[in-house]
């Protein structure tokens, strides 16, 4: 039975028919009597027809789904499983929404993660997407299942009522056909029937009416109900009287609000409104045999719906459209097929009556695919890529004109732009050389004589842009991809040889031309130039293949051993030979087979050949040889004359010519020659015979003929040759010229040996002198007396004349004299230095001052001259570059300031959660009063809060974003690449603001864009968020049209000025608020006489009072009285007129203290109100100034100041203790004077509703002319730039790269909202938001960024482990992607922050007049050295930073040029000057006065960022202790709240003990309950228990124990009596689990228990509930 079909009706074919009630089988014994079914069976066939009525509308969903996304789903019966990932519910939205919802959106759209591991809870994103999209098609609400009710199926049956309601609905829209009827016609197995059946019973889910959902869908109309539903019934009953007239005058009705209904389809309309009749009709009847009774239906189950007749009629208006279509189409009518298109019922979108042509080809083109009639869906498609079409062709037109005008411009850049306009659909234009399009094209344009079409565009483009590319690879070493680029098809180069041995000569050629046209002021090549190229190079390659042909041929020729062949060899052109003379063809030959034969012996190879080289040199030799042998033939001819003329001076010269090359050749020996060659020649004319012919004999061996007489010169032996006998020969004039030589050398050697000759001499003479001495000393001692006068005489004169000689000497050496002179004077001016030394050294106290005096002015002269003069000089500025240094104090700085930015960041988000931790207890605490949890479960809840703050962002480091993988590192680097876009620029979260719904921006100002820019904890990150604010005010004002009143920016509370007050009066700008209010506020509050209360009733019965207390007799005066009623006592006068000239005096002094204190307000809020009045000035123009500064008092006054007036224990602008408060007088005090500022601030008066404060009106009047004159005081701030000396290479200079704090859910939700809102963001697809969420891809899950996820994710706890995972705080170090760009201005900026950064190294340890002094002198060897202990300094500083990942990251841009030496840096430096000079950048007129005042304004920013570093440090901690301070008032409160907690606890328990003694007699409460399976069951606690039938459950005991915890029981599960498991009950999840709407849960893993029973039944048995 189980396995037999049942039709609709629930028949069984093969047996009996049943309808419910009635068997309608008759009985054997008594066939006129048909047998009754009893009441329980009648239930059980009831309950089997709505399991069957189920699956039937879930094969009817299955099956319109199946249409709608053409994919097969399935079987009924498993599509509520195929439901609960949403997969398809995504899928659907797609199909008639796309623009909501694309199928990127869809998670896992393949299913692959559900199959393989099952839900996910990111699969309920796709039933949220669902959810948008039936919002955004207008779907009434009151149909949508809970998202529970999907994803855990607790409400299957909701979501498929939903289903069909969405079907009737875009039936009605003609989006979708209608949902087919398949009751009575499906059929199932009675063993899925009795599934269903128990599975809806199981869990008690009430069925929805489906036949009631036309009447739903009607009455959710914004319409007039009954006038509708009349009208509707008058249609059917129209459709029953069969008149087709009748049926189009109700459906034409205006209260049936049916649209689209056409005259000429009346009949169509007939016919189809009775089929959908008679077919509804029947699926009523078939029902009704099932259910019984029909009074209780409703009566749209046998109506139409308006929903189905607007359905009918749009099906009937589109298939008469249809037809119309496709005759238009076979009949090749344009105008009707327009006509038709443009009928609303078709819903063809952008139809355009220009785009007829183009709507019938794509048409027909679909019909003729297809082969039969077009359908909607073919229709709407073809109309679509018409329209496409049409579009693109419109786009190309209008690109075309553009670029044929940017041509005619003549501007490159406009050019090339306009080319790369995507609309005109031409191929790609490179950026580089801009000026080739321009050249090229304007040329093309030229000789086209008119504009240039598309088509010569796109193939003009081609050939340019492959040109292009030519041009840039050029710029690389690569010959491949040179030639690669010219044998590409459109850069039409003809001839290239992509031959491996010509690519390099072909790209040198190349790059060889292009230098020499840049020089010519020409950056790129044309085609012209590059095919000339390539012709002279093929010219070349085949001149050498000639060449080699030549040589070939000259060595061929030198093997016969002719001579006159290879003298013609060698005269061959291509051979390209020099000095080939046709007389020396025999030495030709002779030389160059000597070579031949000398290079095949020394490469042992004899087929060894000369090449071209050789065969040149060996030309070159031999014409040398020739010419040396004619030259020693006139030499020997000059020779032989010579001797004849005995001209021995000329002899000499013909002699010693290097032409002849004779040797042994003294000048002092030509007589001798010139006699010896004289008498040789006549001895040889003697003999032989007088002939014209000699022969000289080479040192090669060969014999060269020369004629005396014609001075020929033959290499061949003459005819009949004899040598003459009238001139000597070479070896005949040697061997005498050898012969005399040789004897004059004979007589040099006896002149060699002269000393010898000499000491012979010497000695025969000595023998001589000593004789003749002797006899001279005889002759001397005779003449004594004679001698000695002599003598005297001779002394005399000799002394004085070497007197005379003495004077001479000191006068010839005057300088030698003064020397000695001046080392006497040092002597005493040493002396003297040293007393004088001494008595500094006894002064050194007044000297040292002195100095210092000295020095100090100096240098307080240099520091005046760097800080105000315009152009320091360079001696001046390289004084003070070392401040420019970051030192160790500097860099310990930096990392105690970036420790307290994160310090205070996340001490910010512990109060956000101590507060939210406050609110819950708030919250508790309120439930617990209305006794729905006990004061336990408070406490514990407290305890579970703080536990799970401590246990948030403990996450191993291991895993995650910082995990040591390149994947998880790739993540980390996107998400820092991505976080440091959104913080630089602001047009992206300023767009984000708007794009999000209202009720989520503050959640994601406070969430993410304060986490992001730090809280504004640095004066970087205050000025970008600044900029966010400013850009998002101005987006909000001027450019959206958010604003269209002035008045709106007062009423209409604009979302950024709520964002900038929130963030000024947060943490930021606490303090200044605090500062500039407290003294007013404190003097309110302190003063105790002071009672301002300007209302009149209230002054009335206080005087009541006053004067009942002071007589003790009631008052006569009636004490409930108008305001009017009031005023008319003069007391009440007096008394109002004293408090207003009190309040009028307050007042005055809380305006004076404002007005004075415009620097105690924060620079944010300032500089927002500046870029306010700019805003609305530019946006209302005519607006008076008033006006505007009405406004901008709003924001400065009412939004930022006024409530903390109002209210300043809120705000923290007095210290008021937990258990105090401000008492109601000191409120009304600071109401009553806001009321006034509020009138000055607006400059509104009080009016006759507040008469009795009108004498204050004078005052407003006076004091709102003083806040203007504030208001724009306040607005007079520099613009960040100026204030935060912050530029666009900030980031650049900057020693450390930004790090901010995130969740891991901030890090995904703004993931998501970048994904969901992109187009919105960046519609441009070029935009790096693109790129860079391309790198992210989808958007993370919390496991997929920590790396973990809990170990069970069905358990009910994994979601909240989860969601504490997601509190998890990440580190990232921002950092930019797109560092480079291709702005040429950019690079020149660049070049001069790097030329900036080097000199500063070298005018550091060089000093100098002038810097290209400094650049062209070079260093000293101590100006070296301390160059490079600055360069070890950096890198240890560097490798220092480099052991502790937590510390300062050094921005490493130009860090190789640093190191290099001083001398490198100066040629480095002076090379990027000239090209800095071409640019215009500096100027070597002005010394480089630019660049000098560029560092001068650096180290000025210096001095002041280390000022504001400091005031960072002490505004760091300061801000720091506050926050503690508030953590510390929130622990009070939460300790307050914890003592009031143990009050009523002490108070519950002393109740309770009463209650127990006054029923020591009667029923105690039970502690301990023991209940079996069976008695759970009955009371519906216990759904079932895995595997145990329903009879076996009385065999379970289960014991329910409280425990000493309050709230807190432990669970016992017995089997016949044995202990099988056990588990603790925390009372306080089950209370959660039912506040989650959770219905069933697990309970020992087997058992399902009804939560809401289970909770009764505690309530009841526990706590008397």
């Known amino acids: 039975m189980a396995d037999t079909a049942v039709n609709g009706n629930g028949v069984d074919h093969g047996e009996e028919e049943v309808d419910g009630r009635v068997s309608a089988v008759y009985d054997s014994d008594n066939e006129d009597m048909p047998h009754r079914i009893s009441a329980d069976q009648m239930d059980e066939e009831r309950k089997k027809n709505v399991a069957y009525q189920y699956l039937c509308h879930l094969e009817e969903t299955k099956k319109w789904i199946e249409a709608c996304i053409e994919e097969e789903l399935p079987e009924a019966v498993d599509l509520e499983e195929n439901l609960q990932n949403g997969v398809l519910l995504g899928k659907l939205a797609h199909f008639y929404c796309p623009e909501k919802v694309p199928l990127k959106r869809i998670y896992d759209k393949d299913q692959s993660r559900y199959k393989s591991k099952g839900l996910h809870f990111r699969h309920t994103d796709n039933i949220m997407q669902w959810f948008r999209s039936m919002e955004s098609i207008g779907l009434p609400k009151i149909f949508y299942p809970e998202t529970t009710d999907v994803y855990d199926r607790k409400n299957m049956p909701r979501a498929v009522y939903c289903l069909h309601a969405l079907s009737l609905y875009l039936f009605k829209l003609g989006i979708a056909p209608q949902i087919e009827s398949l009751y009575g016609k499906a059929e199932f197995t009675e063993e899925q029937i009795s599934n269903m059946q128990q599975e809806l019973d199981k869990y008690g889910i009430q069925m929805p009416s489906f036949g009631k959902i036309g009447g739903i869908l009607a009455e959710e109309m914004s319409v007039d109900e009954a006038a509708m539903h009349a009208a509707v019934i008058k249609i059917n009953d129209a459709i029953d009287k069969n008149e087709s007239g009748e049926i189009l005058a109700a459906l034409q009705n205006p209260n049936a609000v049916l649209i689209h209904v056409n005259l000429k389809n009346k009949d169509q309309y007939q016919t189809t409104l009775q089929d959908a009749k008679k077919s509804k009709a029947d699926d009523a009847f078939n029902r009704s045999l099932r259910e019984g009774d029909d009074s209780q239906r409703d009566v749209y189950e046998l109506l139409l719906t308006q929903a189905e007749i607007q359905g009918n009629v749009n099906s009937v208006n589109v298939k008469t459209l249809l037809r119309t279509v496709n005759g238009a189409v076979d009949s090749d009518d344009e105008k009707i097929l327009l006509n038709a298109l443009m009928d609303p019922a078709l819903s063809c979108k952008g139809v355009n009556s220009a785009s007829g042509s183009y709507y019938m080809n794509n048409l027909k083109e679909i019909k003729e695919e297809k082969g039969q009639e077009l359908e909607k869906e073919d229709v709407h498609a073809g109309v679509n890529t018409a329209n496409a079409e049409a579009k693109e062709k419109s786009g190309i037109l209008n690109a075309v004109a553009t670029i044929n005008s940017a041509i005619d411009g003549g501007n490159a850049e406009d050019t090339v732009l306009a080319l790369s306009n995507k609309d005109a659909k031409l191929p790609a234009v490179l950026r580089q050389p801009v000026n080739l399009y321009q050249s090229e094209l304007h040329k093309f344009k030229a000789a086209n004589d008119g504009d240039l079409a598309h088509d010569q565009l796109v193939d003009a483009v081609r050939v340019l842009t492959a040109i292009a590319q030519i041009n840039h690879i050029l710029e690389s070493e690569d010959a491949g991809a040179t030639v690669a680029a010219l044998l590409a098809p459109y850069a039409c180069i003809n001839d290239v040889d992509d031959d491996e041995t010509l690519q390099q000569r072909y790209h040198d050629a190349l790059v060889s031309m292009k230098r020499q046209r840049v020089q010519e002021g020409v950056d790129f090549l044309t085609q012209n130039d590059i095919q000339a190229n390539v012709d002279k190079v093929n010219a070349e390659v085949m001149e050498e293949q000639e060449r080699i042909l030549a040589v070939a041929r000259i060595n061929e020729a030198l093997d016969t051993g002719d001579p006159a062949e290879t003298l013609e060899a060698l005269q061959t052109p291509a051979a390209k030979l020099g000095d080939v003379d046709a007389k020396h063809a025999v030495i030709y030959q002779t030389v160059l087979q000597t070579d031949k034969e000398q290079k095949a012996k020394t490469t042992e190879d004899e087929a060894a050949v000369l090449w071209l080289d050789e065969i040149q040199d060996g030309v070159n030799k031999a014409n040398k040889t020739a010419n040396d042998a004619n030259k020693l033939a006139i030499g020997m001819v000059t020779i032989n004359l010579m001797i004849d003329e005995d001209n021995n001076s000329a002899l000499l010269g013909a002699l010693q010519s290097s032409d002849v090359g004779l040797n042994s050749v003294t000048q002092d020996c030509v007589e001798g020659y010139s006699t010896q060659?004289?008498?040789?020649?006549?001895?040889?004319?003697?003999?032989?015979?007088?002939?014209?012919?000699?022969?000289?004999?080479?040192?090669?061996?060969?014999?060269?003929?020369?004629?005396?007489?014609?001075?020929?010169?033959?290499?061949?032996?003459?005819?009949?040759?004899?040598?003459?006998?009238?001139?000597?020969?070479?070896?005949?004039?040697?061997?005498?010229?050898?012969?005399?030589?040789?004897?004059?050398?004979?007589?040099?050697?006896?002149?060699?040996?002269?000393?010898?000759?000499?000491?012979?001499?010497?000695?025969?003479?000595?023998?001589?002198?000593?004789?003749?001495?002797?006899?001279?000393?005889?002759?001397?001692?005779?003449?004594?007396?004679?001698?000695?006068?002599?003598?005297?005489?001779?002394?005399?004169?000799?002394?004085?004349?070497?007197y005379s000689d003495r004077v001479n000497y000191m006068k010839e050496h005057e300088e030698q004299a003064v020397k000695i002179q001046s080392y006497g004077k040092m002597h005493l001016a040493r002396k003297a230095y040293k007393e004088r030394l001494q008595y500094f050294r006894d002064n050194a106290s007044a000297v040292v001052k002195l100095q210092s005096f000295w020095r100090s002015n100096k240098a307080r002269h240099d520091y005046h001259i760097l800080t105000h003069e315009e152009n320091p000089p360079v001696v001046v500025v390289s004084k003070f570059v070392h401040l420019l240094e970051q030192g160790e104090q500097d860099l310990k700085e930096e990392l105690e300031l970036q420790g307290l930015r994160g310090r205070v960041v996340k001490q910010i988000r512990t109060n956000q959660q101590l507060e939210n931790d406050l609110n819950l207890m708030d919250i508790k605490i309120g439930l617990l009063v209305k006794n729905r949890i006990t004061l336990q479960d408070v406490v514990a809840g407290a305890g579970q809060g703080r536990k799970a703050r401590r246990n948030t962002g403990d996450f191993s480091r291991e895993k995650g974003l910082k995990a040591l993988s390149k994947e998880k590192r790739e993540m980390l680097e996107a998400y820092q690449h991505l976080f440091y876009l959104l913080q630089t620029n602001p047009s992206y979260l300023a767009k984000l603001i708007f794009a999000m719904p209202q009720s989520k921006t503050t959640k994601f100002m406070e969430s993410v864009i304060l986490t992001l820019y730090n809280y504004a904890a640095n004066q970087r990150e205050e000025y970008l968020l600044l900029r966010l604010f400013k850009t998002a005010l101005e987006e909000e004002i001027t450019l959206i049209s958010k604003v269209d009143k002035m008045l709106e920016i007062v009423t209409g509370n604009p979302m950024v000025i709520r964002m900038v007050v929130t963030f000024n009066r947060g943490a930021k700008g606490q303090s200044s608020l605090r500062e500039l209010l407290q003294p007013l506020v404190k003097s309110v509050l302190e003063d105790k006489s002071l009672n301002i209360n300007t209302n009149p009733v209230e002054v009335y019965k206080a005087w009541i009072s006053q004067t009942e207390t002071e007589t003790g007799e009631a008052s006569k005066l009636p004490y409930d009285v108008t305001g009017a009623q009031a005023l008319a006592h003069q007391e009440v006068k007096d008394k109002l007129f004293e408090c207003v000239k009190c309040l009028g005096e307050v007042a005055n002094r809380f305006l004076t203290h404002i007005v004075s204190s415009v620097d105690k307000i924060p620079y944010g809020i300032r500089y927002i109100a500046k870029v306010l009045k700019h805003s609305l000035e530019t946006k209302f123009p005519e607006a008076s100034s008033d006006d505007v500064l009405k406004i901008v008092g709003n924001l400065i006054y009412y939004r930022y100041m006024n409530p903390a007036i109002v209210a300043p224990d809120a705000f923290d602008i007095v210290d008021i203790g937990v258990e105090k408060g401000m008492s109601n007088d000191q409120r009304r005090n600071l109401g009553s004077i806001t009321k006034v500022l509020q009138s000055v601030a607006s400059g509104k008066k009080f009016g006759e509703d507040s008469a009795h404060l009108q004498q204050l009106n004078p005052f407003v009047e006076e004091a709102f002319e003083r806040f203007k004159v504030f208001y724009n005081d306040v607005c007079d701030v520099a613009e960040p730039e100026d204030a935060f000396n912050i530029d666009e290479y900030s980031d650049f200079v900057n020693p450390s790269k930004p790090i901010v704090y995130m969740s891991v859910k901030e890090i995904i939700d703004t993931h998501a909202l970048l994904m969901e809102h992109l187009d919105a963001l960046a519609p441009d697809k070029e935009d790096p938001l693109h790129e860079l969420l391309d790198d992210l891809g989808e958007v993370p899950s919390v496991e997929d960024i920590l790396g973990e996820a809990p170990a069970d994710l069905s358990d009910p706890q994994a979601e909240q482990v989860i969601a504490s995972m997601a509190k998890t705080e990440i580190s990232l170090t921002l950092n930019n992607k797109f560092e480079i760009h291709e702005d040429g201005d950019e690079d020149t900026k660049k070049l001069f922050l790097k030329v900036k950064r080097l000199l500063v190294d070298v005018i550091g340890c060089q000093t100098g007049d002038s810097v290209e002094h400094i650049l062209t002198t070079p260093a000293t060897t101590d100006q070296e050295e301390a160059h490079r202990l600055l360069v070890q300094k950096r890198m240890k500083q560097d490798e220092s930073l480099k052991h502790d990942s937590t510390k300062l990251t050094r921005n490493a841009s130009g860090l190789d040029d640093n190191k290099l030496p001083i001398e490198a840096k100066?040629?480095?430096?002076?090379?990027?000057?000239?090209?800095?000079?071409?640019?215009?950048?500096?100027?070597?007129?002005?010394?480089?006065?630019?660049?000098?005042?560029s560092i001068a304004q650096d180290i000025r920013n210096q001095r002041r960022y280390r000022q504001r570093r400091k005031q960072d440090l002490l505004r760091m901690r300061g801000t720091l202790e506050g926050l503690e301070n508030k953590a510390t008032f929130y622990e009070e409160q939460n300790d307050y709240y914890n003592q009031y907690i143990r009050t009523c606890l002490d108070n519950l328990q002393a109740k309770k003990v009463f209650k127990t003694d006054e029923k020591k007699k009667g029923k105690h409460k039970a502690s301990n309950l023991k209940y079996t399976g069976a008695k759970l069951y009955e009371k519906g606690i216990i759904l079932e228990i895995e595997g145990l039938e329903e009879p076996q459950y009385k065999n379970v005991m289960f014991e329910i124990t409280q425990t000493s915890d309050p709230g807190v029981f432990d669970v016992n599960a017995k089997f016949m009596g044995v202990k099988m498991d056990s588990i603790q009950l925390v009372f306080q999840d089950l209370l959660q689990l039912q506040y989650e709407g959770a219905q069933v849960m697990n309970m020992f893993n087997r058992a399902k228990i009804n939560v809401n029973l289970l909770i009764f039944m505690v309530n009841k048995k526990f706590y008397g509930k």
């Open 1466 to 1493: 100066k040629q480095k430096i002076l090379k990027s000057l000239r090209k800095l000079e071409e640019a215009g950048r500096v100027s070597k007129e002005d010394d480089y006065q630019d660049l000098i005042n």
């Open 677 to 802: 060659l004289r008498a040789a020649k006549q001895e040889k004319l003697q003999s032989g015979s007088p002939t014209s012919w000699v022969s000289h004999q080479l040192k090669n061996g060969m014999l060269f003929y020369f004629n005396l007489d014609t001075m020929e010169s033959r290499w061949l032996e003459p005819e009949e040759f004899e040598s003459s006998n009238s001139q000597l020969s070479k070896p005949e004039v040697q061997a005498i010229l050898t012969r005399v030589t040789a004897d004059y050398d004979r007589g040099l050697l006896f002149k060699a040996n002269e000393d010898k000759i000499v000491l012979l001499q010497s000695h025969t003479r000595g023998v001589l002198a000593r004789k003749a001495y002797q006899e001279r000393l005889d002759f001397i001692k005779r003449q004594l007396p004679a001698i000695i006068r002599i003598q005297s005489w001779f002394k005399g004169r000799k002394q004085r004349q070497a």
